[in-house]
């Protein structure tokens, strides 16, 4: 996920070394999946770093698309890259944490195809539509792994049918594995490694009243019994389903409907406990993006006007609302169906909190001005495919706009002395070397 604070004024700066890598012994020992220790280990020749102690060591590396760097995660070249990219541009505190170097995904979108009796259930090969089955993957979280072989069994058991994309044809053709480690009641310690899964089917129908509903009930509640409170494993929070029929690749369609355990999906991020449907959009990688967050704040003057573009539900914007105090806080987004966690969101924030906060459904790159004026800090968090031109386009001439509306006469507060511009790109942080596997 990459990220970029863009705020217009000068603000001191937390002094902090220019890569930081936390993947210390101690930290690799709690994770969660570590490979095994009897594995021979190489001196890597730029840092003292044994180097197959931070190896993804993941049997489905060569032909999974999931992940890019499979040596050196505590520190993959790329960082290096962009660590010299930003430095051209005059930002010398670029910085990066790999955090849990396995285990770390909590959201995995995966395709289910092959058939009943040999269900795949993973990514594609990369440049093909081939599904690569992932049930050792490395990168997601343990129950994450635990609930794709209750799947495999369910599916096989029950006989559901894989979709076959040339045909059209099968029963399910995706699901989404959610993890919510949002449980107070045990220690906060603990809460990681007993994550629950939200699992979401993506079912090949127009709605709950075709012919093989009653197949998808079947598959929720072998799904339930065998995972949900009243298993011996209690490891899946609850089950939805989603009805897809188009023939093109976008995942899900747009009816989802609530079938098993509990409707509502928290997790603490950033200071704030955030509302995450399995619609809206959510990060990939929990523990990174709250790290992240938590820097984040600490470049964001309290009291300032934020727009949050590529909003999602919000979890940035309502973040900085809560800790920075901030006067407004407008997030943008073109996913309607993220509005309904934002508003939760908001519903739970402290009673501290009185910004003005709004959630605009539209597409940044329609009058990105609009957006823009006014704002003393613009957070963009955009899909894989970057920001769109005409955004890009605003951002780099807003200070020449901004001083000409100053300036001219109609302009009320034309004697308002000159803010510092232009927008200068003051910080960019991006985690975990694994990042591949689609969340956007
Ligand atoms: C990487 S996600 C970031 C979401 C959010 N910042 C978060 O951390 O949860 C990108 C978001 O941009 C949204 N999006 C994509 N294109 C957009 C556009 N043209 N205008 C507004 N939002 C857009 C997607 O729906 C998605 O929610």
């Known amino acids: 996920m990459p990220l970029f604070l863009l705020p217009n004024r000068l ?31 190489l001196l890597d020749s730029t840092t003292s770093v044994p180097s197959l102690s931070c190896a993804l060591q993941c049997p489905h590396f060569q032909s999974c698309s999931g992940c890019s760097h499979e040596l ?19 930002v010398s505190d670029f910085d990066f944490e790999s955090c849990r170097l396995w285990g770390w995904r909590s959201r995995a979108k995966l395709a289910v195809r092959g058939s009943s009796m040999k269900p795949l259930i993973g990514l594609y090969e990369e440049g093909t539509h081939n599904v690569v089955d992932i049930p050792h993957c490395k990168a997601h979280h343990p129950n994450i792994n635990a609930a794709v072989e209750l799947l495999r069994q369910g599916i096989t058991k029950l006989n559901i049918e894989p979709f076959d994309e040339d045909e059209g044809t099968g029963e399910l053709r995706y699901v989404q594995m959610a993890l919510t480690t949002y449980n107070t009641s045990i220690p906060a310690s603990e809460r990681y490694k007993n994550g629950k899964v939200q699992v979401s089917l993506v079912w090949n129908s127009r709605n709950e009243n075709s012919h093989n509903f009653e197949k998808l009930n079947a598959l929720a509640n072998f799904l339930w019994r065998n995972g949900g409170p009243r298993s011996d494993l209690r490891f899946i929070h609850s089950v939805w389903a989603n009805f897809q029929t188009s023939t093109n690749n976008i995942i899900f369609g747009n009816r989802w409907r609530h079938l098993l355990g509990e409707n509502g999906f928290w997790e603490h991020i950033g200071g704030i406990d955030m509302s995450l449907a399995p619609s809206s959009f959510g990060q990939a990688n929990t523990r990174a993006f709250d790290n992240l967050l938590r820097k984040l704040q600490k470049y964001v003057p309290y009291g300032a006007s934020v727009t949050d573009l590529y909003a999602g539900a919000g979890a ?6 809560a800790t920075r105090k901030c006067r407004s806080v407008k997030c943008v987004e073109v996913n309607k169906e993220s509005k309904l966690s934002f508003e939760k969101t908001v519903e739970r924030l402290p009673n501290h909190v009185d910004s003005s906060i709004s959630w605009h459904h539209a597409d940044a790159s329609d009058e990105p001005l609009s957006w823009l004026m006014g704002s003393e800090v613009v957070v963009v968090d955009p899909p894989r495919k970057g920001l769109d031109a005409s955004l890009l386009d605003a951002l780099r001439n807003i200070s020449s706009l901004e001083r000409k509306a100053k300036s001219s006469p109609e302009s009320s507060d034309s004697k308002v002395k000159d803010e510092k511009r232009p927008w200068v790109l003051r910080s960019f942080e991006r985690f975990s070397s694994n990042w591949k596997q689609t969340n956007s």
């Open 11 to 41: 603000l001191p700066l937390p002094s902090s070394p220019l890569i930081t890598c936390h993947a210390s012994p101690a930290a690799l020992r709690s994770s969660p999946s570590s490979p095994p220790p009897t594995l021979p280990i």
């Open 72 to 90: 050196n995660l505590h520190r993959p070249i790329i960082v290096d890259e962009a660590d010299h990219f930003f430095k051209t541009l005059g």
């Open 316 to 321: 940035i914007g309502l973040s900085l609302a």
